[in-house]
């Protein structure tokens, strides 16, 4: 079943750069997908379409049934909570403990003490940090930071789980653990995973979908396939 779909996508910023042009693209609900190419090719800005982050100058998002591009930005939570998002550089609140950070999505929406639990502890679980509860970020490895924030994007089991270079900051063997986290979230709780990475190594290992963009086009799309080597990188 389809869950992305992106047609004849354009995106031109205000200053005139032409990030996006004719994008088409469809991932299907549970894929595992890698987005690869060149710095500056427009892979964070596809993945910013997904998510709402900006809209397209031109063209058609649909994520989950929505379609992006004609949303208001008062219903843009309706998207949002179909989604996780994760990012290079962690983004935990430091004066929160493990327990709270991860809960932070649950309790600033209102949602009772007695149900955010059971779903904090079942997402602490999965990226096997239980025993950390307790901790505050500044007391965590860099891995397990990223694993603290992967917990807090699965929380609301989001059916999509979108990844812009989350292993960018972490020591291959860390790295290696997290793809292992992520791995798992793909397989045990079904969730579509998009992830843009400059990893080779985890895109040769991990045989996905490879998705390669350079100068904002599409240049390739391969089931198991491989890192393609860029000249400017
Ligand atoms: N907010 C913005 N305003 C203007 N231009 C932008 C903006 N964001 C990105 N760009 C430009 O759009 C192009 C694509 O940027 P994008 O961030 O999508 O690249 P990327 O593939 O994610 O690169 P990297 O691998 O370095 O993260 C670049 O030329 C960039 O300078
Ligand atoms: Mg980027």
């Known amino acids: 079943m389809k869950f992305i779909s992106l047609k004849n996508c354009y995106k031109v ?16 609900k549970g894929e595992f997908v890698f987005i690869i190419g060149p710095t500056g090719c427009g892979k964070s800005t596809l993945m910013k379409l997904l998510y709402r982050e900006e809209k397209p100058t031109k063209g058609n998002v649909i994520v989950g049934g929505i379609n992006v591009e004609k949303l208001r930005n008062r219903k843009v939570y309706k998207l949002r909570r179909k989604l996780g998002i994760i990012f290079q ?89 997290i793809m292992g986290v992520i791995d798992s979230i793909n397989k045990k709780l079904g969730t579509t995973i998009v992830m843009v990475t400059h990893d080779d190594q ?20 391969v089931m198991k396939g491989k890192y393609k080597k860029h000249e400017s990188n």
């Open 202 to 221: 985890i895109v040769n290992r991990m045989k996905k979908r490879v998705i390669t963009m350079d100068n904002g086009v599409v240049t390739s799309d």
């Open 13 to 28: 910023y205000p200053n005139g750069v032409t990030a996006l042009a004719d994008i088409n693209l469809e991932i299907q």
């Open 89 to 177: 550089n962690f983004r935990l609140l430091p004066k929160q403990t493990v327990y709270e950070n991860v809960a932070f999505p649950l309790s600033s929406n209102g949602i009772k003490d007695t149900e955010i639990r059971p779903k904090v502890l079942k997402a602490l679980e999965l990226v096997g940090l239980k025993d950390k509860i307790k901790s505050f970020p500044d007391q965590l490895s860099g891995g397990e930071q990223q694993r603290v924030c992967i917990a807090r994007a699965i929380v609301n089991e989001p059916k999509l789980l979108l990844c812009d270079e989350p292993t960018g900051n972490l020591d291959p063997d860390v790295s290696k653990e």
